[in-house]
């Protein structure tokens, strides 16, 4: 038996769209623990701040360039998380086309079934008017 490559298609976006789904929710997940660094840098600077002393001049500028690298890893994972959504938007399109392609292409079926089956009955109907010689 033939292989209907529409419904292979529908499998292989199918396939997409999970593929999609687990980079949108491993993004999100980089981008939670990127925003929990930030937090943590920023705790860091005021708990050095609270203790003061001769060592948080030396030490601020590698806890500012911490809390910088911070932030600079949520801009790159926020990134990382739109183009993530933005893949996962292009592939249910393209799942939502092939489903879409065939519903036209079982609709046009159903139609030359009743198409076939109206010339049938025309038929049997023009049979059964004409007269029987005899």
């Excluded at 292979?8 to 949108?24: D, F, K, S, Y």
């Excluded at 690298?69 to 926020?78: K, L, P, T, W, Y």
């Excluded at 292409?105 to 049979?127: H, Q, T, W």
């Amino acid at each position: 038996m033939r292989r209907d490559p529409l419904a292979v298609l529908a499998r292989l976006r199918g396939a997409a769209v999970m593929e999609a789904r687990r980079r949108v929710s491993e993004a999100a997940l980089a981008r939670a623990l990127a925003e929990a660094g930030v937090a943590e840098a920023g705790a860091a600077l005021r708990r050095e701040a609270d203790i003061g002393g001769p060592d948080h001049a030396v030490w601020l500028p590698r806890g500012l360039a911490a809390r910088d690298s911070a932030e600079a890893g949520v801009r790159s994972a926020a990134a990382r998380a739109e183009e993530a959504a933005v893949g996962l938007g292009a592939a249910r399109a393209a799942e939502r086309a092939v489903e879409e392609l065939a519903a036209l292409r079982d609709a046009e079926a159903r139609r030359k079934a009743l198409r076939a089956e109206g010339r049938l009955l025309d038929e049997a109907g023009a049979s059964r008017a004409r007269p029987v010689p005899g």
